[in-house]
Structures are given as C-alpha cells and as structure tokens.
C-alpha cells in the first residue's frame, strides 16, 4: 500500500519537480545507505550503492505506479545493486572494518554500541561476505532488517516458497560457516 505522503511527492516528481525529488532523497537516503551498507560492508561503498539507486529512481519515476509502496521498490532497486555489486567483487575477500562500523554509528547516534557487540557485528559481517548474494540478502532483510517473508519476496521479486528455502538455506550455511570459522554455536 503506497504512503500519501510519498504519492504527493512521487506525483510532483514525475510532473519534473527537482525540489520534490530532493525531498524523496532527503527521505529515504539514510535508509538506502544502511541498507547497501549491511550487504557490502563498506561505507563508502554503500553511499555509491545508494547514489546510483536514486539516480535509478530518478530516470524511472515516471514508471512507478502509484498504488505501489516506493521505499519496498527502492528497497529492491539497492538490493540489486549490491548483489550485483558482490557479484563482481565476489573473489574481493574483505572484513569489516571498525572505521566503518563508527562511521555507521555516527549516523544513527548511539554511544552504547560497545566493543563486543562491535566484535560480534564483525564476525557476522564476516561471515555472511562468505555466503551467496542470493541466500546473504534474503538473511539480511529477513533476520537484520526484521522484514517477513512476504515481504522479502515482494522486495526481492520471488516467489514466497523460494523465499522460504533459501532462508533456510542460508541460515544452515551461515551455521556451517560460522562453526567452523568460530568454533562455537551459531548466534542465528
């Protein structure tokens, strides 16, 4: 179901309103970052991911439909992105770094973010660049950004049952993975 305000906004846009496009990003940037940025790992990274998603949105708000809800299709915009993102850096091993892991705190304040929960963000992070794009977003969106099934198959363009067997799959590869890497039971 499509928000009013994001339709009034949307409408203007598509009428060539430069100042309502700005507000559109304005609205959602923060939200297209943290989501790029929990399937890349990287801040810098993310903001590009997140850039080309709005310049994406741009050449193609004449194509949305209205009834449609905007932040579950650019949610699928910038997950494409990045899955195709990882895809070509897909043999670039890369850990998460602390620096990015700030850089993302400072973006949403909160100095209670410690040291453990940083070292075990981290070793997940770790862990889910060493698992497919295809089962590492559909973990990301279900078990990180708390979104149901449904809702994964309508951001990801998949069938439900499909959804469905390849959260379980994912979620048995994260285990392995990390039980091997970490040596104790998975926080999954």
Known sequence: ???KEDTDIIKRCQQGDEEAFKQLVKRYQ?????????????YE???DISQDAFIRVYKSINKFNLMSNFYTW??????????????????RNRA??????????????SHEVNL????LLQKIYNVLEQIPPKYKAILILRDIEDYDCKEVADILNCNHNTIRWRLF??????????????GSKSPV
């Open 1 to 3: 179901m499509a928000d």
């Open 45 to 47: 990274e993310a903001r």
């Open 116 to 119: 453990e929960k940083m070292e």
């Open 30 to 42: 923060d939200k297209a970052i943290w989501i790029a940025y929990q399937m890349v790992n990287n």
């Open 74 to 91: 650019l949610y699928r915009i910038v997950v494409n992105l990045c899955i195709d993102h990882l895809r070509r850096f897909k043999n």
């Open 169 to 182: 799959r994912g979620r048995q590869i994260f285990k392995d993975i990390w039980e091997k890497t970490e």
């Open 96 to 109: 998460i770094s602390t620096e990015d892991i700030g850089e993302i705190c400072d973006e949403k304040p």
